[in-house]
């Protein structure tokens, strides 16, 4: 009876507090770190327009890995191009593009196993597009699973600045 009591307490507990969100350690798509050739730029209403990922030089027919461990959820053609995203355990889900995929929907993949080759398609000399999101609408910038943090120089003197124009592409 104690035994049983204690179970349901700890049940109860565990609901109430509920579960800690798993960590997932990413790494580079691209097998190590890459130059950005177009930065993340995400629209300021969700149906407006923006860059929702980030495009990393990466050579036409190049491997393409999984940034972490997670489920293949996407793995096949979308508006002329290929597309593979993963689901990983932290609720995030990764995509990438353009990709001929090696993998299948379904399928459990690790951080750093191939998924496929990079095509040609969404630059000139080739790049990766990778992005990354909670939920539907919740894009981030995915050199953030990197550990990577953009880094503003504010002028010294407290004036402030117009952080929309520091943030404009060059």
């Known amino acids: 009876m104690l035994v049983s009591m204690f179970a349901a307490l700890a049940l109860a507990l565990a609901l109430l507090l509920g579960s ?4 997932v350690d990413y790494h580079w798509p ?7 050739l177009r930065a993340f730029s995400p629209p ?3 149906w407006g327009s923006g ?6 030089q990466l050579a036409e027919g190049s491997v393409v890995v999984a940034a972490g461990d997670g489920t293949v959820v996407y793995a096949a053609r979308l508006a002329g191009r290929g597309v593979v995203s993963i ?3 932290d609720g995030l889900r990764t995509t990438y593009e353009p990709v001929e995929a ?7 993949v690790r951080r750093g196993d191939p998924i496929g080759v990079l095509a040609a398609g969404h630059c000139e000399g080739g790049c990766l597009h990778l992005g990354a999101r909670r939920g539907p609408d919740s894009y981030i910038d995915p050199l953030s699973l990197f550990g990577i943090k953009r880094v503003r120089l504010l002028p010294l ?3 402030r600045v117009d952080l929309r124009l520091a943030d404009a592409p060059v």
Not at 30 to 36: E, R
């Open 51 to 56: 860059h929702r990922g980030v495009d990393l």
């Open 20 to 23: 800690p969100t798993p960590v």
């Open 87 to 89: 689901e990983h355990a």
């Open 30 to 36: 691209t097998g190590g770190p890459a130059a950005v």
């Open 157 to 159: 003197d407290g004036s």
């Open 102 to 108: 090696s993998v299948r929907r379904g399928e459990h």
């Open 44 to 46: 300021e209403v969700p």
